[in-house]
DNA sequence: AACTTGGACAACCGCATTGCG
DNA sequence: CCGCAATGCGGTTGTCCAAGT
């Protein structure tokens, strides 16, 4: 199909000369010119393309996720874990939570969460039978409002190993990782922000003071050493598969200090821990079986070094950044922010 | 009363890891 | 060692409900 010279001259001038007119017309006259060529139910296909192409909410009719077509991918590699069109979504039924629970407390979950639906006679996928079982229908699993203890202990563990839930909710009792992840987001978040802006707590001292036990609780037995001058950072990054070395607390030192740390943090009092003349540590080291807690979460791989995992929301990029933003400037205002 | 807003939490999703043949 | 299925995990979204307008 040879063009026309004025056509090709339109086409031209449309590309490099910046004149409104030509800017104009020449598309059209491209169109036109494909009109010719082109068989009248080919554009309507096109414009039909050209209409769900550009316009997002025709590429995506469906509101909800709920109703969200399948990913491409789930259609050519992975697998789908179960058949989505064939099983029930959304809140469970207390008829459903007594199949399960029957079931499992009969038979076990068989180590095969995914034939157990169909097995306790569930129109469910197993992953959501799974969830359903660990988050809510296990029955040492604890309902209710969080202690102060608790605050402690998941603010302090939240400061050492950043959003690895289940290794926190590992030392919680009855507590599951989805239920201290939501509790983090929507209270206590807010709960220690809150507490910082009231400006009775400084923050070279005790954020949680707040939190912490006033009574009838025991009183602080002795008072803390006397800390250190700062810095008493080391800044090695920390293997793969374990905690950071060292954590410590040139800042908050009264959340360990006036409150027993969690079982996976031991006192490892006036620990010399790096480098001998200058890098001193005074803290908390991993018992094993922090050390195995850790080893067995996959949170923390050589590939993030455990820096990209840290504290995400909070803008710090290293163990280093976040060190010393504690005690350089004031660090919960950009935490929470 | 009707509607909006925001909090709380249950549930889902997709990716990473693990275990097994 | 490899590939696949099952499981674990953390981030995100949906739903419910109470409080506010």
Not at 108 to 135: D, E, F, H, V, Y
Not at 210 to 234: C, E, G, R, V
Request: hydrophobic content about 40%.
């Amino acid at each position: 199909m040879p063009a026309t010279k004025s056509e090709l001259f339109h086409l031209l001038s449309w590309v490099f000369s910046p004149s409104p007119f030509s800017l104009l017309s020449a598309p059209f006259h491209l169109l036109r010119r494909l009109a010719t060529l082109l068989p009248s139910s080919s554009l309507v296909f096109l414009g039909f393309f050209l209409l769900i192409a550009v316009n997002p909410h025709l590429r995506n009719p469906y509101a909800s996720r709920r109703f969200r077509p399948l990913p491409l991918a789930s259609k050519m590699g992975r697998a789908p874990c179960c058949d989505k069109a064939n099983v029930k979504r959304g809140p469970w039924s207390p008829e459903e939570d007594a199949a399960l629970r029957d079931y499992v407390e009969r038979n076990g979950t068989g180590g095969n969460w995914i034939a157990l639906p169909q097995k306790a006679g569930l129109k469910r996928c197993g992953k959501s039978c799974r969830l359903r079982w660990l988050n809510y229908l296990r029955p040492d699993i604890k309902h209710g409002g969080f202690t102060e203890e608790e605050d402690n202990i998941i603010f302090s563990l939240y400061r050492n190993i950043g959003s690895r839930w289940s290794v926190i909710a590992s030392q919680l009792p009855g507590r599951t990782d989805n239920d201290v992840k939501n509790y983090w987001n929507t209270k206590l978040k807010k709960k220690i922000l809150a507490a910082t802006e009231t400006n009775t707590i400084p923050l070279s001292s005790n954020p949680l003071a707040k939190f912490q036990h006033s009574s009838p609780s025991p009183p602080a037995p002795t008072p803390p050493p006397p800390l250190p001058p700062f810095p008493l950072i080391k800044t090695e990054p920390f293997p793969a598969g374990d905690l950071p070395p060292v954590l410590f607390d040139s800042a908050f030192p009264y959340a360990f200090e006036f409150y027993p740390p969690p079982p996976m943090l031991q006192h490892f009092p006036d620990t010399i821990l790096a480098d001998e003349a200058h890098v001193v540590s005074r803290g908390y080291g991993l018992s094993p079986l922090a050390e195995d807690v850790s080893a067995a979460s996959s949170s923390v791989t050589m590939e993030n070094n455990g820096d990209a995992a840290f504290f995400p929301d909070l803008g710090f990029t290293s163990w280093t950044d976040l060190l010393g933003g504690l005690t350089a400037t004031g660090p919960l205002q950009s935490l929470f922010s």
